[in-house]
């Protein structure tokens, strides 16, 4: 404080004082008047004399004592310079002391100050969504995640009007009431489905001496479920489109068993259709449970990247060989357009056989009447930004292409999804599993490339594939 | 939720509101477990939900008779004024409302094992998206409700259009239903009822946005409120 002002004195209070000082004094006096040995007059004008001196001389002593009172007295926070206090010893003593425990005070208060701060900030930290509660159901505290979550400031108010979901209110009384700690799953409603995990539990310290200020019994913790809720959604979904996949041949399959024991036992002419289609149907289901099987040995090894080098070249010639028939059938003619020198590439033949057998029967499948197929390969210097960064550069690249139909944009995002198909009839009629591209996708990124589409609907498709080079491959050329 | 206006010189008042208060958001929140649980069991034909919503129904019960009980006690005890007042009455208001919706989710619920014993018609899920619809807004109007939200009230107020319109829609399409195939007559009838309860309760989350209109501004909502459902002018459509 820069303007000091000695306290003033209370007049009532420095004569008390100095009565009670001058009392031997005044006592004596008044003896020696008694005896004789002094006259009255200088008796009472020496009694004066002591009082109003004494009275002078305590003044200052008294104000220096008030002064280190209200030094003691004032608050922490509050910056002020110790009294001078020149006329006590003792004034000047206390207010010494005084100062030291105000320096020791001071450094705890802020040591737990600091502490408190960096607890807070602990909690605005987390990033899922706390909130404290006390007994009277009143949300104390919270964290920045609960008011994102819940779209308003949550604090101070009652539980209910924060949540209101039975199952928490329940949970939160059992806990106030029994020290029940509980655990359970709760539905977000609203324009998105959200899946919470909530965790009520009782702070231990919450009773007795540790028992935290603001009078937090328990914690309410939300942990966001929603994406391994949807997945658990997705598998059982996969289950039962894939029994679904499998039960319409099988349905079909069986009722011409029934036919053919039954009213058609004794008709050549049906058993020849009907067994055609039963092989068809029978052929049908064979592909699915062949693609169901390899879609999952191949998800199984996807973490693990194949060693091999394989001949892209030899590979492309002997798919193409191989659906010679079917590309005849339909009219359509396979070009292959293949640089003479091709550095190998890493994979494993088989998986890769597969991808090219896959894409290059679909462009078969789904390119007009007397239009051709090209499969080129080039080198790029930099793959698609969906390769992994590792293996982008230098990457070799597959093109599929077909004079097709094409596939309008909003199918192009989810062609790779098991079951996914533009259009259902149409690809149950060519024999479609509709795990094709899905097979096509995951051994594509178990060999760390890519897979691209582009298409423009009544012109075709291109369905590209991304390789990385073998080591070394390209030093040698 | 903070009371209206300054505290009370009688404290025990401010708590007895504040109990009032989150009773009714505790009611609320049964009313819209019910209801979810109720749509969920008819889409996904779970009876076992189903059971447990027609069994939830006493606790709701309940919950509303204390709310009317407290309801008593405050007025006899308190003769509560102005704002107090205000709040004190649609508490028995939006109780009412709750309650009722919650009647509906059961009444939802007992189709469910009636619909059980009838081939699968698609219509189901359309009538799930009206019940999703519904939910939503009484999420919305209890939300606005508890926070004094009367922004969000007359979002509600306004959104209940949609309801009707939907619920029309879907009065068509099960009619095509059943013209298609007698055979789709009995379950599309029932049908045709939980859209009815669907459509009820979201007339009670309108009436909860009312409420909440007019204890945070003493005003009511106009009696314009737009409507949708035309269903009542409805012939048999023409079949070709």
Not at chain 1, 112 to 130: T, Y
Not at chain 1, 260 to 279: K, S, T, Y
Not at chain 2, 32 to 53: F, I, K, S
Request: proline share 5%; net charge negative.
């Amino acid at each position: 404080m820069a303007e000091r002002r000695r306290s003033s004195v209370p007049a009532g209070r420095l004569l008390g004082l100095t009565l009670l000082l001058v009392a031997p004094a005044v006592a004596v006096l008044i003896g020696l008047v008694l005896l004789g040995h002094l006259g009255i007059v200088a008796a009472v004008a020496a009694g004066l004399a002591i009082i109003v001196l004494t009275g002078a001389v305590l003044r200052p002593i008294v104000a220096d004592l008030l002064d280190v009172a209200a030094y003691l007295r004032a608050d922490l926070d509050e910056d002020r310079t110790p009294p001078e206090a020149r006329y006590s010893e003792t004034a000047r003593d206390i207010a010494s002391a005084a100062t030291f425990l105000r320096q020791r005070a001071g450094l705890r208060v802020a040591a737990a100050e600091a502490r408190a701060d960096s607890h807070a900030a602990l909690l605005d930290c987390l990033p899922g969504p706390l909130l404290l509660i006390d007994q009277g159901r009143q949300v104390v505290r919270s964290n920045p995640a609960a008011e994102a979550l819940l779209g308003r400031a949550v604090t101070n108010r009652p539980l209910a009007s924060v949540l209101r979901d039975p199952q928490i209110l329940t949970a939160v009384d059992a806990a106030l009431d029994d020290g029940k700690r509980s655990e359970l799953q709760i539905v977000f409603t609203g324009p998105v489905e959200r899946n919470f995990e909530v965790l009520v539990e009782p702070l231990a310290t919450a009773t007795g001496a540790g028992a935290p200020a603001d009078g937090a019994r328990l914690l309410v913790q939300l942990h966001d479920i929603t994406a391994l809720v949807r997945t658990e959604q997705m598998r059982a979904d996969f289950v039962a489109n894939a029994s679904h996949e499998l039960r319409t041949p099988l349905t079909s399959v069986l009722g011409f068993i029934e036919t053919l024991r039954g009213p058609a036992r004794d008709d050549q002419d049906a058993h020849d259709r009907f067994l055609a289609i039963m092989f068809q149907q029978a052929t049908r289901m064979k592909r699915l449970i062949e693609d169901l099987l390899s879609l999952s040995r191949i998800e199984l090894r996807e973490h693990t990247p194949p060693t091999g080098r394989t001949d892209l070249r030899r590979i492309l010639s002997q798919v193409a060989e191989g659906l010679q028939i079917q590309a005849e059938e339909k009219g359509v003619g396979v070009v292959l357009d293949i640089p003479a020198k091709l550095p190998p590439v890493i994979g494993d033949a088989d998986e890769l056989t597969q991808v090219f057998q896959n894409l290059m029967s679909n462009a078969i499948k789904y390119g007009r009447r007397d239009t051709a197929v090209t499969v080129s390969v080039e080198r790029v210097g930099r793959g698609p930004a969906a390769m992994p960064h590792a293996t982008r550069t230098d990457a070799l690249v597959v093109h599929v292409r077909d004079a097709g139909d094409g596939i309008a944009k909003e199918h192009l995002p989810r062609l790779t999804e098991r079951f996914y198909r533009v259009d259902t009839a149409r690809s149950r009629e060519l024999g479609g599993t509709g795990l094709g591209l899905a097979i096509v996708k995951h051994i594509v990124n178990r060999h760390r490339g890519a897979l691209t589409i582009d298409s423009t609907v009544g012109r075709g498709s291109t369905f590209s594939v991304y390789l990385p080079p073998s080591p070394g491959s390209f030093e040698d050329r | 939720m903070p009371p209206l206006g300054t505290p009370h010189t009688v404290r025990a008042f401010d708590a007895e509101l504040d109990a009032l208060n989150q009773k009714i958001a505790r009611m609320g929140g049964m009313a819209e477990t019910q209801l979810g649980d109720a749509v969920q069991a008819l889409v996904t034909a779970d009876l076992a939900l189903a059971d447990q919503v027609i069994k939830g129904d006493d606790a709701v019960d309940t919950t509303e008779d204390s709310v009317n009980e407290m309801v008593v006690r405050m007025l006899a005890l308190r003769q509560p004024m102005a704002d107090d007042l205000r709040v004190v009455m649609s508490s028995l208001k939006v109780a009412g409302a709750l309650e009722r919706v919650a009647d509906h989710a059961a009444g939802i619920a007992h189709r469910v094992h009636t619909l059980k014993h009838h081939a699968p018609v698609p219509a189901v899920k359309s009538v799930g998206r009206l019940g999703t619809l519904v939910l939503e807004l009484l999420k919305d109007s209890l939300d606005g409700y508890t926070n004094r939200d009367t922004e969000r009230a007359i979002r509600v107020w306004e959104r209940d259009e949609e309801v009707d319109a939907l619920y029309s829609s879907l009065f068509r399409e099960l009619l095509t239903y059943m013209m298609e195939d007698p055979r789709n007559i009995a379950p599309c009838s029932h049908l045709l009822f939980v859209a009815k309860n669907l459509e009820r309760i979201g007339d009670h989350a309108t009436t909860v946005a009312e409420v909440t209109h007019f204890i945070a501004t003493g005003k009511r909502l106009g009696r314009g409120r737009p409507k949708g459902d035309t269903t009542a002018s409805f012939d048999m459509p023409e079949s070709k």
